[in-house]
Nanobody, 127 residues
Framework: QPQLAESGGDSVQAGGSLRLTCVVS?????????LGWFRQAPGKEREGVAC???????SYYDSVQGRFTISQDNQKNTLYLQMNSLRPEDTGMYYC????????????????????WGQGTQVTVSS
């Protein structure tokens, strides 16, 4: 089964940038992967941040639109999240997740369908 491992979290000041990385390993269907980034702040529910579907189309949570960019390197089985203009409200544990059986970005971001998850990487943005 697939395994996902995130890295790249750090503590930065507001206005700064970070790039998160998620490496996907194990057995999975490359051409049928919906991969997303999610975050959870202390005391809050987990929320979808961005997702990329089997055709490479990206979807974003409203508050990160224009600041975050999701991308993937299929050769390296790696998912990225470039985060610019970071705000204190972006603080949280960031997780990558994947469903490897088709296009499920809408469901993943809405929280109505879950897949395989990584362990998370912490992002802290100070004002």
């Amino acid at each position: 089964q697939p395994q996902l491992a995130e890295s790249g979290g750090d503590s930065v000041q507001a206005g700064g940038s970070l790039r998160l990385t998620c490496v996907v390993s194990g057995y999975f269907s490359k051409g049928k992967s919906s991969l997303g980034w999610f975050r959870q702040a202390p005391g809050k529910e987990r929320e979808g941040v961005a997702c990329i579907d089997t055709a490479g189309r990206a979807s974003y949570y409203d508050s990160v639109q224009g600041r975050f960019t999701i991308s993937q390197d299929n050769q390296k089985n790696t998912l990225y999240l470039q985060m610019n203009s970071l705000r204190p409200e972006d603080t949280g544990m960031y997780y990558c997740a994947g469903i490897f059986s088709g296009d499920y970005c809408d469901e993943m971001l809405a929280g109505t369908r879950s897949g395989y998850w990584g362990q998370g990487t912490q992002v802290t943005v100070s004002s």
